[in-house]
């Protein structure tokens, strides 16, 4: 490269307040923030377009106070349903019995939503100006010098800021980087560099609008949550969501032996594996009539997703100017959508514009792990 070259380079170098590098509704939500706070912020998301994947998520009250204060709990009751009761189900259909959730609105004050992921994802979405997110930015690494945080894409593209958060989910970049990094300075603990547990397959989606009239739970005002448990691990779900929807998931649970021979790549999830895992359960009875198959059949097949259900709490969430956020350093609570309650919940603790200015001091990022 020319001096001419590399002076031009720096040049194009990105400046920014806080870097925030994954879209997905954790990097939103803290975007979301910093936007009503009016500080300096971008979003970086490696993916070059976004499709509405997954299935149902639900929030309750320990997370809805702070949508109301945002002034968007609204809109978030407009794409949701209140779930009054989960229904369980034993792999013959037989009713095992009923949890009831209406009781914690007696005491919170708020019901449990439920309502699908990509609902959310939109909702936070619009809050952030086009101007303020990048996509097809996938970061390699990142490095501090001068007092600011870098990072830098597999594009060449390189952006500065004074602080970084690392919200590119539970196969993070950003922990990757930080995390080789700290080993070589002998630095990282050793318990972060093991393996997540995972312990559920999962196949989920959304089916198309479907009849009331085969359906009549569609009918209701108020979410029915149907599980069923089946033989072998089996855990079998269906959800009512707005607008005649039905959201879905089939899953297995796996002992540890199993989940060391299923450490899967991304790569190896495709249309032919996807089959398969649905030919295993289509033929299942659904305690709403019919087959889980008939859900599934309703869903178009690039929206149906597979996902292993992992969790792990790294002990390793900041250094210097890089702090870890949501599923990329805590990914618990999987079952029913709780993991993202839980991300939200911990994003709305650092959002107070003092911890933001330049003059920042890395001792905000030990108070707010201590809370969190």
């Known amino acids: 490269m020319s001096n001419d070259t590399a002076a031009e380079s720096i040049e194009e170098i990105q400046r920014t307040g806080v870097?925030?590098?994954?879209g997905g509704i954790s990097g939103l939500f803290?975007?979301?923030?910093?936007?009503?706070?009016?500080?300096?912020y971008h979003i970086f998301e490696r993916a070059t377009e976004v499709r509405p994947l997954g299935s149902a998520l639900t929030l309750g009250a320990n997370i809805q106070p702070a949508f109301e204060q945002l002034g968007l709990l609204e809109q978030l009751k407009a794409i949701s349903l209140p779930c009054p009761s989960l229904?369980?189900?034993?792999?013959?259909?037989?009713?095992?019995?009923?949890?009831?959730?209406?009781?914690?609105?007696?005491i919170s004050g708020y019901d449990d939503l439920i309502f699908e992921r990509s609902k959310l994802y939109s909702l936070l979405r619009s809050q952030i100006p086009d101007s303020k997110i990048s996509y097809g930015k996938r970061v390699t690494r990142l490095e501090e010098k001068d007092g600011q945080v870098f990072i830098h894409c597999a594009d060449g593209f390189v952006c500065q800021g004074d602080m970084l958060a690392g919200a590119d989910g539970a196969y993070s970049n950003v922990r990757q980087s930080l995390y080789e990094q700290l080993e070589e300075k002998g630095l990282l603990p050793k318990i972060d560099t093991e393996d997540f547990v995972i312990g559920n397959i999962?196949?989920?989606?959304?089916?198309?609008?479907?009849?009331?009239?085969?359906?009549?739970q569609l009918n209701d005002t108020k979410a029915h949550f149907s599980s069923v448990q089946g033989k072998n691990k089996q855990i079998l779900a269906l959800i009512s969501a707005p607008g005649q929807r039905v959201c879905w998931s089939i899953g297995t649970g796996l002992s540890e032996a199993e989940a060391k021979e299923k450490r899967f790549k991304n790569s190896e999830w495709g249309p032919e594996a996807n089959e398969l895992m649905i030919k295993e359960f289509e033929d299942h009875p659904s305690p709403?009539?019919?087959?889980?198959?008939?859900?599934?059949?309703?869903?178009?097949?690039?929206?149906?997703?597979?996902?292993?259900?992992?969790?792990k709490i790294f002990q390793t969430w900041f250094h210097g100017r890089t702090v870890l956020i949501g599923d990329a350093c805590h990914k618990m609570l999987t079952g029913a959508g709780l993991g993202i309650c839980m991300n939200l919940k911990?994003?709305?603790?650092?959002?107070?514009?003092?911890?933001?200015?330049?003059t920042y001091s890395p001792t905000f990022f030990l108070h707010n792990a201590k809370v969190r």
Do not use: C
């Open 346 to 358: 911990t994003l709305n603790i650092p959002h107070h514009k003092q911890l933001y200015k330049p």
């Open 202 to 216: 999962v196949m989920v989606g959304v089916a198309q609008p479907l009849n009331p009239e085969k359906y009549p």
């Open 87 to 106: 229904e369980l189900y034993s792999d013959n259909l037989e009713h095992i019995g009923s949890l009831n959730l209406e009781k914690r609105k007696e």
């Open 288 to 311: 709403w009539g019919g087959t889980f198959g008939d859900f599934i059949r309703m869903t178009p097949p690039h929206l149906v997703s597979r996902v292993s259900l992992e969790e």
């Open 19 to 22: 870097i925030i590098v994954g």
């Open 30 to 40: 803290l975007g979301m923030l910093l936007e009503r706070l009016e500080l300096s």
